[in-house]
Structures are given as structure tokens and as C-alpha cells.
């Protein structure tokens, strides 16, 4: 069975632009959870869907956005990029969310000029 | 104070066993979790533990929950160079969601 795949693995913006990221979970995984990781402040949850519905959010501002589609494909949107935007941004899928182990992707690199 | 925790950096010769650390605050957290690292990797997940139990074993992991205490730990037998990465302790907290919660991470390095 395939594992959780993000796409593109590298990204470099600039300042003020958006940026669009995508994951496709483990087939037969319904749940999608976006997390970023810097140096300064590890690893942070942003958010969770499930169903197409987002569950849970962590403490973002609303320049960080989400939706995920009927096949359970997720995609994560940051609008008017800071610098400290630039980060690992890792999927993870789970068969249904709750309290179940999660798998991760490889990461998408954002580096924001 | 973080809500999970571990030591930055353990430094074993390999063959040598490595115990790393974390401590947790949540008492209602569920499942605890071990995850490693490699340099430009995604998350591995190793191992995870149910709250309701001891010890787990896995191969060359050894998982010990002390809930008294919220303290986890993950024991590497007989470490090998390729077993140098960073270790994430995560825990999922709360009721219903996967949400979890990882400490900054521990650096395990292995010399020959």
C-alpha cells in the first residue's frame, strides 16, 4: 500500500505571494492532519479533516487555510507569505482520526524570500 | 511549561543501548507515541503505547510508561550507526481527535 505522498516536495516564494500544498493520504484513510515544523518552535499542529469537514484546528492565523476533497485528498493554502512561514509543512493520515496512529508524508520545504 | 519534554541530544557508541527520555502533562492522553527523524525525512512512526499499559516491546524497542509520573521512555538495543536521527515523543490529547502533541525532539548520535 502506497504511503502518504505531498506534493511538491520543495517550494520557494517570495514575500506577500500564496501558496497552494497538497497531500494524498494512505488509501482507506479518511482522516488528513497538516502540522508545521520549524527549528524555533518544532513541530505544530494546523488543522484536521475528516469527511471533507475540518475537525480540529490549532493556533494559526487565518492566513492558513485547508479543505480536502471527497477522495480524502487534502490540500493546505497560505496566503501573503511572511518569512516565518518558511517551514517543513508534513501531512499525516489515519484511517478515521480518532485517536488512531497517524502516518506521515515526506514534507513539503517552503522557503519564503 | 511545554507539554511535552525531552533531553536535545544523546550521544552513544554503537552497540551500546540508548534510552531516550520524555515526560508528558496530559493525564487524559490516550496513546503515546515515538516517532524518528532522518535528516530531510518526513516522520517515521517506531512504536506507540496505549496509556492503559507498562511496557511494550518491539524488536529492538522497548517502551516504559510510568503514568504516576507522566515519564516515557524508548530504549534502542544494541544502537547502530543508522539508528542516528531525531526521536519525537508525541502524545494525543484529549477526547475524540488525533491531535498530537510532540516534543522539540531529542538528537540521537550513534559513533562506531
Known amino acids: 500500500k502506497a504511503g502518504v505522498t505531498q506534493t511538491p516536495r520543495y517550494l520557494i516564494k517570495t514575500r506577500g505571494q500564496q501558496v497552494t500544498l497538497s497531500c494524498s493520504p494512505i488509501?482507506?484513510?479518511?482522516?488528513v492532519s497538516w502540522y508545521q515544523q520549524t527549528p524555533g518552535q518544532g513541530l505544530q499542529f494546523l488543522f484536521e479533516?475528516?469527511?471533507?469537514?475540518?475537525?480540529n484546528k490549532g493556533n494559526f492565523p487565518g492566513r492558513f487555510s485547508g479543505r480536502q476533497f471527497s477522495n480524502s485528498r487534502s490540500e493546505m493554502n497560505v496566503s501573503t507569505l511572511e518569512l516565518g512561514d518558511s517551514a517543513l509543512y508534513l501531512c499525516?493520515?489515519?484511517?478515521?482520526?480518532?485517536?488512531?496512529?497517524?502516518?506521515f508524508g515526506p514534507g513539503t520545504r517552503l522557503l519564503v524570500l | 511549561g511545554e507539554d511535552v519534554e525531552q533531553s536535545l541530544f544523546l550521544s552513544v557508541r554503537e552497540g551500546d543501548s540508548s534510552v531516550i527520555n520524555c515526560t508528558y502533562t496530559?493525564?487524559?492522553?490516550?496513546?503515546l507515541y515515538w516517532y524518528k527523524q532522518e535528516p530531510g525525512a518526513g516522520l517515521q512512526l517506531l512504536t506507540y503505547?496505549?496509556?492503559?499499559?507498562d511496557m511494550k516491546q518491539d524488536q529492538r524497542l522497548t517502551v516504559l510508561l510510568n503514568k504516576k509520573d507522566k515519564h516515557l521512555s524508548l530504549r534502542i538495543a544494541d544502537t547502530q550507526t543508522g539508528d542516528s536521527a531525531i526521536y519525537f515523543c508525541?502524545?494525543?490529547?484529549?477526547?475524540?481527535?488525533?491531535?498530537?502533541?510532540f516534543g522539540k525532539g531529542t538528537m540521537l548520535l550513534v559513533s562506531p
Open positions: 503505547i496505549f496509556s492503559n499499559m
Open positions: 508525541a502524545e494525543s490529547k484529549g477526547s475524540g481527535y488525533s491531535t498530537l502533541t
Open positions: 499525516a493520515s489515519s484511517l478515521a482520526g480518532t485517536k488512531e496512529t497517524q502516518y
Open positions: 479533516y475528516f469527511s471533507e469537514t475540518q475537525r
Open positions: 496530559d493525564s487524559s492522553s490516550t496513546y
Open positions: 488509501s482507506g484513510h479518511r482522516s
